[in-house]
């Protein structure tokens, strides 16, 4: 599995963003606001692990928020935890998530679509809903 090894300066983006939320995160850390961005630029400077240690936590906070499973779903996906992917996702589409051509175009669930789960994931979505996807199947 490719793995994406940014290396952080302390002059990067990403270094600013990571410390920036680190420090808010001080004073009340489950600060939800701080937490989703954080968990964000973790994943864009390559720091995988951290980011999904925030989104298992954004997930206790917020169990019911299809966007943060959805998150989870691509933390574990870019670790190679295909299992606990799957299950973050569908838990996201059962609580309402629907950006199915976000879902399609994801560089982060690259190793989820290649997995034969994924088409029927979406399938059995799809059967039950009787709505077009983002693959363009109308069902």
Known sequence: MKKNKKSLNKNSAAYFEIEFF?????DNSNYVDALVPLAEAYTKAGQYSNGLLIDKRLAKLKPDDPTIQYNLSCSCSLL????????ALKKAIALGYNDFQHLDNDPDLF????????????SDFVKQKGVKNGMGRTI
């Open 80 to 87: 190679g935890q295909l299992d606990k992917a799957f299950s």
């Open 111 to 122: 190793y989820l679509r290649e997995d034969r789960r994924y088409k029927e994931l979406i």
């Open 22 to 26: 680190e420090k808010l995160l001080k």
